[in-house]
């Protein structure tokens, strides 16, 4: 693409602080920051998503966090490898001169500012706003947080969440969610300020579904008591946490589970072998987040043989892994899991402590999947 890394920008300063401490031997200079004389970022922002920014624990000697963001909320959005973000397309197009450059920037070559795309769709000027820039398609492409022809409507941060300091937030300001969750996170390192308070008001979406209840009734006498639940769709989560990644899935073994599953990837159940039985569980180069649970009968226990992966290798297993959990945790804590990548084949056996075995395998299109076989003893 001809981009540098996103934290080596001229104000990365701004957006990230660098722990050289951390850094293994000989890989500091990836973390360079380079002058405007040599990275011209055409105005586009600073982008914790970008596809070119190293994560939390890139090029670590110990584990600890390399590159942590001053925003503390961004610290889980750097290191994305899902694809080019918004900001990262709308530089490209102004690089590869399929757009005109952004107000301000340092190179007035007028050759470059030729708009490819407001030509071939004859338009006079670039009516895309906030962020946004005209695509090929004779639309604008509009950046998150933004909606609209032209991305006029500002709904939300660029991140999904806005930060504001001070006086940023008026007394009687009303922020609106998009959706059915808000988080609202306060910091300061002041005595000073007390804080802030907040009214809260939950209001109905106009297609938003009641949710399905089930009732339990119990009869005290002639008195009647009801309690009603309500069933509510919960996410997995894949969380890094001092460099240590954590999993959960709220849905394991519930209701017709792996069809509740929410990761949205085929391949993932809960088995159920019989005493004595023999198995394998593979996973595909086309698979990127599987996980299974695997449950002995009672008076049997879960145990590995051999698994042969075939998984990306990075300083500590931080891009690609399976993990292993033998003690029914599902959050997989680093202490009593096992973590694997690479392609050395694994033979020593493990077995489960209460019956189950948890597995988890987060790939990208540089793995090859694995295969893990398994008795119940």
Known sequence: MGFYHEQSRPERDDYVVVSKEHIQDNRESNFNKYSTNTIDNQNVPYDYTSDMHYGPISFTINGKTTLATKDPL????????????????????????????????????????????????????????????????????????????????????????????????ASGRSITSTGRDMILYFR??????????????????????????????????????????????????????????????????????????????????????????????????????CDYRIVAPAGSEVRIDEISPKILRSPNCRRDWLTVNDRSEIMYPKETSSKICGSSKVTSPKTSTNGEMYIAYKGSRKSQGFALKYTIV
Not at 116 to 128: F, G, I, M, V
Not at 147 to 162: M, P, Q
Not at 211 to 224: A, I, K, L
Request: proline letters at 4%.
């Open 188 to 289: 300061t390192k002041s005595n000073f300020y007390t804080g802030w308070s907040a009214e809260l008001t939950f209001e109905k979406q106009e297609d938003c579904q009641e949710p399905q209840t089930t009732e339990d009734t119990v009869t005290e006498g002639s008195t009647t008591v009801s309690t009603t639940a309500e069933s509510v769709a919960l996410d997995c989560k894949l969380e890094n946490y001092n460099g240590v990644y954590y999993w959960s899935s709220p849905n394991f073994g519930n209701g017709n589970y792996p069809n509740s599953f929410s990761c949205g990837v085929a391949g993932n159940g809960v088995l159920n072998p019989s005493a004595g039985e023999q198995g394998t569980i593979t996973a595909s180069r086309h698979e990127r987040i």
């Open 74 to 169: 961004a610290q889980g959005l750097i290191g994305q490898r899902s694809g080019l973000s918004h900001r990262d397309k709308h530089l490209a197009n102004i690089m590869y001169k399929c757009i005109g450059k952004a107000e301000s920037s340092k190179n007035d070559d007028s050759s470059f500012l030729a708009e490819k795309w407001l030509a071939k769709c004859e338009k006079d000027t670039d009516p895309c706003q906030n962020g946004g820039y005209y695509g090929a398609n004779c639309a604008c492409v509009c950046p998150p947080g933004t909606s609209g022809a032209n991305c006029e409507t500002e709904t939300g941060g660029y991140y999904g969440f806005k930060s504001f300091c001070g006086t940023d937030i």
